[in-house]
């Protein structure tokens, strides 16, 4: 247990006797050690740490100064914990923070932003495990400030670290395992549904590892999947287990099913838990064991049934389900839903030790991104006993095989759940090509193209075959048409279908699944080294190489379908044949330009070695089994990803928060806020006075902040940075006369993980909005934030009410309830879903905010007097959802009688039939609408100008026979209409 020295010099110890104290305890030796810094360590201090099965730190970092510049390529080990990560151990932060035990209990947020970024932030460059906060700074009798250990929170942190360091020591035959598989919503359909990752494959790749590794889970020929090899034999085996649908679970299954928890065994565990928790829980599911998956057959005071699988030291379970689903009501009005007795037995089971009736369960793997366990309701970061995850989970070592391209809910993870990441593979990529009347399609533009040249009497019959099968096809729907263009204008049109057909078949694609451990070959390594090679490549900060068709000649922001198809086929050539010379360096062809070669021994010795190392995903894995360290590593979008390298070190690792957004960011962001705006202007004739964005955390990790430097261009506010660090440090208004336009009002609804990881960022953006507000020279159509501020003071007297635009789910919960309420089809209109996103949705953050309730006082600016119009915008930005409209004053939102007057809780023994499913989403026009609804494709590229100013021209507002705009919810893929 490692510690300062400047502690141990003023006497300030008796945390660190209370956390060994605990250690010892929990049945292990505890060895404390005060150190001046980890950055240097002295080789005798190695030498004494070598002897360790695990280390518990309070002193921070021990690798660089600079955690920004640690990234792929040349300077990748400019974060070097080498001294610590060659003991190979398990390596825990636990917290002590700088506040007093009474300001942490009442925080939401858990930790303060010097907490955050010192103790938790910085220590996971390290690889190190976060724990939870154990000691806090009070002040004694004397007045003088002292560390003061709170015994139940020590004894959590020594609870983890031991049950870590017993991993080295129990041989793999005695070790207990459990599996749990994601299942969201709760059907058989999405049993093992994690994003990216072929999670039944990935599971028998991972148990046959750990076999040969000499763990036992019985005969092989009794584990569903394992001899064959084929995981659908073991998802089929927990549907007949029984599952968690509803739909389809049978008496006879739930009373057959053999992994039962006696009722009195886990009243016994509930009782430990705390008493706030308790309540919380029984008001929604009623005294335990509640009534979830309960069964009688047996046992007259009931047993709980899980759903899952036991093979001698192997259990295989299905993660139980968050309990919306069960209870529909709470959707409406409690995104804070408290776990249920059957979440929360499952747990408390899987940890307990056989002689306590437990499974015993040494450590346990969620397989794949995500789980619901880390998005319990609880405290952000720095969990108390009465948080779902630290209650649920308990002490025991979670090992977290997690996608690549997601630091954001990666991080929940490891910083809510102790997870040890294990970083996995994106799934194979491909681009996405031509079929069926897209094809035909292309071969009619073509045609056309010929016929103009040299038999122009033929154009009208090859016009009407063309607009014939753009409506066969329902094409004019996404090409935003109602009717056929004239003959004059039909070669314009022809350039916008060319661009829209570029776009469509130059996307990037999911092409399968990728399995754990597996390393793409052939075909697939061929299509993910081409999708790699696309994006330009700025490598360890230094060497910048352009992208592979870019080099070959190919302008990407002008390109057009026939350009980027003779472009990808001359990539595709290269990198087959260099595919052909198992990526030789020597095979890179030298009658290619320096560019071309250039990128090409950048595949050879940079991109096709990481993707080989995608075995070491279950060497990681099993290794973390084994009580070994995991090191940390960049993460981010692959591809393109520029900068980032493939899955070849383990855990997720983020950059520096405090430098969102950077200095490329702003420019990005400023092009996005022009684009946004010029459309806008050409489809409307004037600017919008309010815009709405939507901001995700692992979007502003993966850009470091491209959405938050859009809302400042937006609001016509320049960032300001420190130019040693890096970091914005200030804001200036830009002058009007330079911006050119008005400045726009801007609400931003931010995501859970968004709130937890950017709080300085959100603070940001509140300055920037009340900067703008407190521009007094400025008339009301030049700064239309300043216009609705004083309308809005001019009728309720409150400034900050008046100044506030950001707004999002409850602190400690996650989400915007729409998921919730659809798989549990307790919804009928639209109104059903804006109230649920509202609710959700509807908590004020800011300066001095943090969360404030929406209510009389709080309520989120959202378009009242007429629904907003979705605008669409570049391709960059079509993972966010933006509204925009004109009015001049948006109205706030008012939480309808439904919230107020809720029917009795309902278990799922009393619940109604459903009612009939709500119309599907769909891109197409809503009934009695005119025009087109635009949907968004995830990862499209725009690939010519020409194709955008064309789309601008074609494309006609929706609206309906009135001439008003139809009531649409917009979700992040589509839109649902009324």
Known sequence: ?????????????????????????????????????????????????RTADALVTTVLAAGGTKPAEAQAGGDEEAWDAGALAALDVPILQALCLTGSRAAWEENDEGLSPLDAAGQVAVPEFDGRLI?????????????????????????????????????????????????????????????????GLDTPASAVSLLRRLIAEGYDFGPAEELPGLVSGDGDELIYALIEAGGHDQDWLTEEQLAKNPVRIPAADYKRWYATLPEELRTRVEEHWGPAPGEMFLDRSRNPEGDIVLAALRRGNLLVLIQPPRGFGENPIAIYHDP?????????????????????????????????????LEWLPGKNAGLSAACGPDAALGDIPLVYPFLVNDPGEGTQAKRRVHATLVDHLVPPMARADSYGDIARLEQLLDEYAQISSMDPAKLPAIRAQIWTLIQAAKLDHDLGLEERPEDDGFDDFLLHVDGWLCEVKDAQIRDGLHVLGGAPTGEARVNLVLSILRARQIWGGTQALPGLREALGLDESAATRTTADEAEAKARELVEAMEAADWAVEAVPADQSPEVRAVLRFAAEQVVPRLAATTDELAHAVHALNGGFVPAGPSGSLPPGPGQRPADRPQLLLGRPEGRPSRLAWETGQALADSLLERYRTDNGDWPTSVGLSLWGTSAMRTAGDDVAEALALLGVRPLW????????????????????????????????????????IGLLDDAVRLVAGLEDESASDNHVRAHAQADLAEHGDERRATTRIFGSRPGTYGAGILQLIDSRDWRTDADLAEVYTVWGGYAYGRGLEGARRGPRWRPRTSGSRWPRRTRTPASTTSRTRTTTSSTTAAWWRPSARSRARPPRRTSATRPAPRPSAPARSSRRPPGSSGPAWSTRAGSRRCAATATRARSSWRRPSTTSSGTTPRRAWSRTGCTTS
């Open 1 to 49: 247990m490692l510690y300062y020295r400047a502690h141990h010099m003023s006497g300030n110890t008796a945390f660190v006797g209370a956390l060994c104290d605990a250690i010892e305890d929990a049945g292990a030796r505890a060895l404390p050690l005060y150190v001046a810094s980890l950055r240097a360590p002295e080789p005798e201090l190695l030498d004494v740490l």
């Open 131 to 195: 724990t939870v906060p154990f000691s806090f700074k009070e002040i004694d009798e004397d007045g003088l400030p002292a560390y003061v250990a709170d015994a139940e929170r020590a004894a959590r942190v020594a609870g983890i670290a031991v049950r870590h360091a017993r991993l080295r020591h129990i041989p793999n035959a005695e070790k207990k395992l459990a599996l749990v598989l994601s299942a969201y919503p709760t059907k058989h359909s999405r049993i093992g549904n994690a994003v």
């Open 336 to 372: 804070d839903l408290p776990p249920s007795h059957h979440y929360l037995a499952a747990y408390r089971w899987i940890a307990a030790r056989a002689e306590d009736g437990g499974f015993g369960a040494d450590a346990m793997v969620h397989l794949g991104k995500h789980g619901n």
């Open 722 to 761: 420190d130019e040693a660090s890096r970091r914005v440090n200030g804001l200036e208004p830009i002058p009007l006369a330079e911006l050119g336009r008005p400045r726009i009002d801007v609400t931003l609804r931010i995501s859970g993980f968004f709130r937890d990881a950017f709080p300085h960022v």
